[in-house]
């Protein structure tokens, strides 16, 4: 029941949220979101006043250290619901996690069991091979020294997953074929004329694997006709597994970053 009641409000929220619907009452939104952040940011200013420092803050959340074990999760509770009326929920209790960035985020709890959101490579306009190894390193994430390993593994056999490392479009219509500018969709769209002609290829604009290629051209539905790009392959999986290298510290996450990539370190100026 409180599911649906949840649901039923974040439905109206986003209703009165848009210009054009017929429930749209800006004042409304403005009060919802003005009210959770002032609870979240007088409860960032009570917690870190008891030496309970908020590490993370999301639209309605809180990351809070309590390893100094002067407060409990119970009087986090508590103190949100005396001081601002709002009821908060104790939802994980992390032995060990990775902040990224807003909404990244991904750790061990105290029940050993892997939780968080969705990293970059797991994301739907990712490729097989970049979800492999994103999976494969939340599983690791008290390993630090495995998943450095593991990394320096996923770089050495990126160019033998060619057949994993094509991405998926889709559009429902092909909206290519007006497109007169030498981009990626016409690129592609030319292919799909010439493999299956024009009124035919209409009919393939769903689900295309990708690849990236190099030469002129950027991207190709053929994987073996071209020489992929694997230096645009490398610093999209960079980019893919970087967060999970957090805890080696900048100096060193740089130089793995030198030897995988192959950008350069740059040294400090002389004064």
């Known amino acids: 029941m409180t599911m649906s009641i949840k649901l039923l ?3 109206l ?3 009165k949220a848009k210009p054009k619907s017929p429930y749209y009452d800006p004042a409304v939104v403005d009060a919802i979101t003005a009210e959770a952040r002032f609870a979240l940011i007088g409860m960032k200013e009570i917690l870190e006043r008891e ?3 908020v590490r993370y803050g999301d639209t309605d959340s ?3 250290d309590l390893q100094n074990k002067t407060m409990t999760p119970d009087d986090v509770i508590e103190i949100a619901k005396q001081e601002f009326g709002i009821t908060l929920k104790l939802k994980w209790i992390w032995k060990y996690v990775i902040i990224a960035d807003q909404k ?3 750790g061990v709890t105290n029940q050993g ?3 968080g959101t969705v990293f970059t490579g797991e994301r739907k306009d990712s490729n097989e091979y970049f979800n492999e190894v994103t999976k494969t390193l939340k599983t690791m994430l008290l390993d630090i020294d495995g998943t450095v390993e593991y990394v320096k593994l996923a770089f050495r056999n990126l160019e033998q997953s060619k057949d994993k490392l094509c991405f998926t479009k889709n559009s429902k219509t092909p909206a290519y074929i007006e497109n007169k500018t030498k981009s ?3 690129e592609i769209w030319n292919e799909l004329v010439e493999k299956y002609g024009i ?3 209409k009919e393939h604009c769903d689900d295309i694997k990708i690849w990236k290629v190099e030469g002129d051209r950027k991207t190709s539905i053929y994987a073996d006709k071209y020489p992929l790009n694997y230096k645009t392959y490398k610093r999209q999986l960079w980019t893919t597994i970087k967060n999970f290298l957090i805890p080696l510290g900048n100096e060193k996450v740089k130089n793995l970053k030198a030897e995988l990539v192959g950008v350069k370190v740059k040294k400090p100026r002389k004064r």
């Open 9 to 11: 409000l974040n439905s």
């Open 13 to 15: 929220y986003g209703s």
């Open 51 to 53: 030496n309970c420092p």
């Open 62 to 64: 809180l990351f809070v």
């Open 104 to 106: 990244v985020y991904c």
């Open 113 to 115: 069991k892997v939780e």
């Open 184 to 186: 990626w969709k016409t």
């Open 199 to 201: 009124e035919e290829a």
